[in-house]
DNA sequence: ATCTTAAACGGAAAACATTTCCATTTAAGA
DNA sequence: TCTTAAATGGAAATGTTTTCCGTTTAAGAT
């Protein structure tokens, strides 16, 4: 009934419940979440959810430009919503205080450009530091 | 024999067959290794050398500042030697059409600059691109 | 309202990279 | 030599992601 249908009917896939939930999943969360985050988070109103689907899914949902895969974090998977669906690559910051991760919306690089004597045609980047919220808690913010 | 030894022993670790052969290899070697890579050439030489073993010692190398852990391209780790020891992070990119790894000296974010309202603490980045050989073979170097 | 079929699904098992455990060996300093 | 903490190999565990496969289902056509 919501908006999700619509996203997945036009990215040309069937709308299934676990899609619909899934998708709506994103679109309600604030943060990237793991495989495992969406697993557990489906098995509360399907309780025959399984893993292989959920993976299944989220490659789908990343290659039709409505999520973003998120890699380099550890060895874990994230996905995280696209901005608008087939927006392009996304970079994160992880707070190392307090565990939020954020979108960084400006980038140094642009795909094209020479690095190091190569042509750059993709690149994918991870930031840790601490968010602007602790930054004034634990007051190390300046010098 | 060679510089090995004092490399290993300047970080305060025994120096063992097995980690003489391990610090020698990278000092050979023109590309980054992955665990795997460094186990298949210690069996050349140690028939019984164990995989366990050959983490454990790419990670305290790279603790101890000899080696730089490189993650990021596929779920495959790698390693590779350290300009000087000690030396900080790096970066590297890879050639889609050959596979080559290079490093990148340049580098356009240095930690305790702010990015999306973080501090930056640490970062890490992967390239993917075409290298200079593969540029004027196929000549899609330019337009 | 059926029929048909490719897409999607769940579950079990496989595939991989990495880590943990533990008993044995060994480098290095006394 | 002697002593001991560090290092080692092998087996097993871990954790994530993928593959396989038989069943179910969404969606378009009848
Ligand atoms: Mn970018
Ligand atoms: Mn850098
Ligand atoms: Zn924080
Ligand atoms: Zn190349």
Same mark, same amino acid.
């Given at each position: 009934?919501?908006?999700?249908?619509?996203?997945?009917?036009?990215?040309?896939?069937?709308?299934?419940? %676990?899609? /619909?939930?899934?998708?709506? +999943?994103?679109?309600?969360?604030?943060?990237?979440?793991?495989?495992?985050?969406?697993? =557990? *988070?489906?098995?509360?109103?399907?309780?025959?959810?399984?893993?292989?689907? %959920?993976? /299944?899914?989220?490659?789908? +949902?990343?290659?039709?430009?409505?999520?973003?895969?998120?890699?380099?974090?550890?060895? =874990? *998977?994230?996905?995280?919503?696209?901005?608008?669906?087939?927006?392009?690559?996304?970079?994160?910051?992880?707070?190392?205080?307090?565990?939020?991760?954020?979108?960084?919306?400006?980038?140094?690089?642009?795909?094209?450009?020479?690095?190091?004597?190569?042509?750059?045609?993709?690149?994918?980047?991870?930031?840790?530091?601490?968010?602007?919220?602790?930054?004034?808690?634990?007051?190390?913010?300046?010098?």
């Amino acid at each position: 009934m919501p908006h999700s249908d619509e996203v997945i009917r036009a990215a040309g896939l069937k709308v299934t419940p %676990v899609r /619909r939930a899934i998708v709506a +999943l994103f679109a309600e969360s604030l943060r990237p979440l793991t495989p495992r985050d969406v697993h =557990v *988070r489906l098995l509360e109103q399907f309780s025959r959810s399984g893993l292989p689907g %959920v993976y /299944r899914n989220l490659e789908t +949902l990343a290659e039709r430009g409505i999520l973003f895969r998120i890699a380099g974090f550890g060895q =874990v *998977r994230r996905y995280a919503l696209c901005p608008k669906p087939g927006s392009g690559h996304q970079h994160h910051i992880i707070c190392v205080a307090c565990g939020r991760i954020d979108r960084i919306d400006e980038c140094l690089y642009h795909d094209g450009m020479m690095v190091g004597g190569y042509r750059l045609l993709s690149h994918t980047m991870q930031f840790e530091g601490v968010c602007a919220s602790c930054l004034s808690e634990t007051n190390n913010g300046q010098s």
